[in-house]
């Protein structure tokens, strides 16, 4: 069905489709909402939560003026509702204060917010006596303004109706498709909304796993290995190490090297924790590969990474006949043209860097194995070009945070995973709270107590601007804040993505090395950075952080046995729920997997984030989805692959883009 065949839609709204990725009318079926307002029955302000939507009928005892406040203006009502009074307040919409009656019935939709004890609705919907809009489940849609609520709505209504599903499962005891998209987009309750949600998912995850194993079948790799000889030879450089492996670390490096070993090409996905210790295992098995003649390349998300892992690796390489070379946008070019002749003429055996190791300026001699550390962190480009870069080459990804999809995945179709535990029990770990924007006072007055006391914080503040276009406590203002207020004395260094590469470099030197006591920071120092004497971890407005982001911050600190570590998560929001399993939970895959549960399955389709939708998966699900899968694949082979939908997850499903 073409979107041009729905009523109302012409140039404008069919551009403005497009823009959303919706094309035609099974795109427009997939387009999901992401949440459902329940205006079936009124809320009870006696046991609302703070975040919670809520439907509420009353009368209003009082409307204020319209006040005006510099760019602001508002107005607000009060109003009595039989579990108790609110206070509704519109900003910015003075049009609207004509429609509120002093003293006359009102239904109120909105989100609870408490400020100081008072209960409030900002910027409610709203309707008077007799009003017939707000009732029932109203799908909202991820349409970021683009279109308004009200015709999504009528628009997927009516697609409904015309566009046929064409199902991939059709297996008995499975819900028809076409019901759960009449379902999902016209729900008569939230149950029969998220039965439909869930059948979808189903689709959408068989079709992924189908397309995946197709594509795999046609894809596995083989070569004569060239790694000869016996992990052995890495003796002496395990015997160097300050430290002794671990079992999994020792485990992980054998999968590895029998990989390599093997004719078959390595695929293979290291899990393990913030700090258990992946970095060892890639530079030990580099240097295998090394000694079997071949380079390598160790692929790292940030410069600072990028160079600590190099001066991990000068370290340990030193004296063992490896050499390695470091290579990072902030080259210039003349050094740039240094590396890439040594690399070139064979002379580095290991080449470390940012996602520049595989740019096309960039040309091995013999390229054998490349590993990406902190896969989750690499963009969509960044991938392919590693796809392309590395074609039959053998590869090892390594993540801390593994997302469901890709565990499903790597369990399902070929892709070897190799734990490493943690070397730290649960109580080693920071324990997390979360601070309110009231306590925040409190905490920096700890912050200097704590300096004082010679303990090592990190302030780290999110990149980005409010709606106003204000930067959101921006790592540059709060230093100038904190430096000449609460840490006033206090040694602090400053460090952000575009400040001089040298700088940044000088001030995480200073503050590994303890001469500052804080440094304030944007997430740059998230990712494998090491700091042994840091201690406490604050992140402001750690709302805008993804989950598995806070959970590395907060590996940053207490790496070392016997040092109390804290992670302190400030919030000015209302809903916690994910803030919170921080507090609960401390392992990485299990926080990936909760994440992925409250995020939803938009997320977890990896490029389907900017569609969204309000997909919930499970483990039961997952396990669905592989039975049907079999199922199918038992049946229909690979004529599956001419399934429209298979097709769109064929191009996608490759081997490591996965995370
Ligand atoms: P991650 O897995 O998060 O990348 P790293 O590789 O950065 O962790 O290791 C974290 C720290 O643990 C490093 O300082 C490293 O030297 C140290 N480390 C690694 N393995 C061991 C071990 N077996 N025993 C003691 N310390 C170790
Ligand atoms: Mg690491």
Known sequence: MQLTDLKGVGEKTLAKLNALGIRDGRDLLDFLPTEYWDMTREGDLRVAREGEYLLLKGRVRKLTKLVRTGRLNFFAATVDTPSGTIKAVWFNAPYLRANVEEGGEITLWGKLSVKKGARELINPGFEGAGGERLKGIV????????????????????????????????????????????????????????????????????????????????????????????????????????????????????????????????????????????????LITAAYVARCGMQSALMAPTE?????????????????????????????????????AAVAAGDVDLLIGTHAVLSDSVAFADLGYVIVDELHKFGVRQKSALETKAKDVDVAVMSATPIPRALALAEYGDIAVSTIESRKSADEYAKTEIVKDEDLGKLFDRIRELALSGEQIY???????????????????????????????????????????????????????????????????????????????????????????????????????????????????????????????????????????????GDFMGFRQSGGSGF??????????????????????????????????????????MN
């Open 459 to 601: 302030i780290v503040c999110p990149r980005v601007e409010d709606s106003e276009g204000i930067e959101l406590a921006s790592a540059k203002s709060v230093y100038a804040e904190l430096a000449d207020g609460a840490l006033k004395g206090i040694p602090t260094g400053l460090v952000y993505g575009s400040m001089a590469e040298k700088k940044k470099t000088e001030t995480m030197t200073a503050f590994s090395e303890g001469r500052l006591s804080v440094l304030v920071a944007t997430g740059v120092v998230e990712v494998g950075v090491d700091c042994r004497g840091a201690t406490t971890m604050v992140v402001l407005h750690a709302d805008r952080f993804g989950l598995a982001s806070l959970h590395q911050l907060r590996g940053r600190v207490g790496r070392r046995k016997g040092m109390t570590s804290r992670c302190y998560l400030h919030t000015s929001g209302g809903d916690n729920a994910r803030l919170e399993l921080l507090t609960e939970e401390c392992d990485g895959s299990k926080l990936a997997e909760a994440d992925a549960e409250i995020r939803g399955y």
């Open 139 to 282: 799908p909202i849609y991820p349409t970021k303004g683009a279109i308004g609520q009200a015709l999504m709505r009528k628009l997927t209504a009516e697609c409904v109706a015309k566009q046929a599903a064409t199902p991939l499962v059709e297996l008995d005891g499975i819900m028809p498709l076409g019901k759960a998209y009449y379902d999902a987009h016209l729900p008569s309750s939230l149950d029969a909304a998220h039965e439909a949600m869930r059948r979808i998912a189903l689709e959408q995850l068989t079709a992924d796993l189908i397309a995946y194993k197709l594509r795999r079948a046609g894809e596995r790799h083989s070569r004569k290995s060239r790694c000869e000889k016996p992990l052995s030879i890495m003796d002496d450089m395990v015997q160097s190490l300050p430290f002794e492996l671990t079992r999994t670390q020792r485990a992980a490096i054998a999968d590895i090297v029998g990989d390599l070993r093997s004719d078959e090409c390595m695929n293979r996905m290291i899990v393990g924790d913030v700090g258990s210790g992946k970095t060892v295992v890639a």
């Open 304 to 340: 600072i990474l990028a160079r600590q892992h190099y001066l991990n690796a000068c370290k340990l390489f030193e004296g063992a006949g490896v050499s390695c070379a470091l290579i990072t946008g902030s080259d210039g070019a003349a050094q740039r043209r240094k590396t890439c």
């Open 616 to 657: 919930k998966i499970d483990k039961s699900l997952l396990a669905l989805a592989k039975q049907c899968a079999d199922k199918l694949l038992e049946r229909d082979g690979a004529a599956l692959a001419e399934h429209y939908r298979v097709k769109l997850f064929y191009d996608k499903a490759n081997n490591i883009s």
